[in-house]
């Protein structure tokens, strides 16, 4: 996080705006914008998996808000998860939802990982 910032910004439909960056704004604004598509976004947190191959992305999450959005859920901080080519920009209740689901997922793939277990165990008998 860094110290909060004035940044002004050019819009199509409103000329030069004036904006106070949150303290996790990347600071990356495009100009030459209409104002409803000003965002403020975090860094991106890749939530990754360990393959044979490497490390795989699986999501992504960061933090963002949009304040001048036709959509007021996204005038507030959100987290937009990024899951192959979409995004989704998710609340509090649905972030707690795919955690939820997620480590149900992974007591899914522990049970696998039991059972390979125990097939590998039998065939080297």
Do not use: K
Not at 11 to 21: N, S, Y
Not at 24 to 44: F, K, M, N, Q
Not at 62 to 76: C, Q, T
Request: glycine content about 8%.
């Amino acid at each position: 996080m860094t110290a909060p910032r004035t940044i002004t910004v050019r819009t199509l439909d409103h000329g030069p705006l004036e904006l106070r960056c949150p303290t996790w704004c990347t600071g990356e604004h495009e100009d030459d914008v209409h104002r409803a598509d000003i965002s403020h976004l975090g860094p991106d947190q890749p939530l990754t998996l360990p393959t044979r191959s490497g490390p795989v992305t699986n999501l992504v999450t960061a933090l963002e808000v949009r304040p001048y959005a036709f959509d007021g859920f996204l005038r507030m901080p959100f987290v937009n998860v990024g899951i192959g080519a979409d995004w989704y920009p998710t609340g509090l209740p649905g972030l707690e939802a795919m955690a939820d689901t997620l480590a149900e997922q992974a007591e899914q793939l522990r049970e696998q990982a039991r059972r390979l277990a125990v097939l590998l165990q039998e065939a080297r008998r």
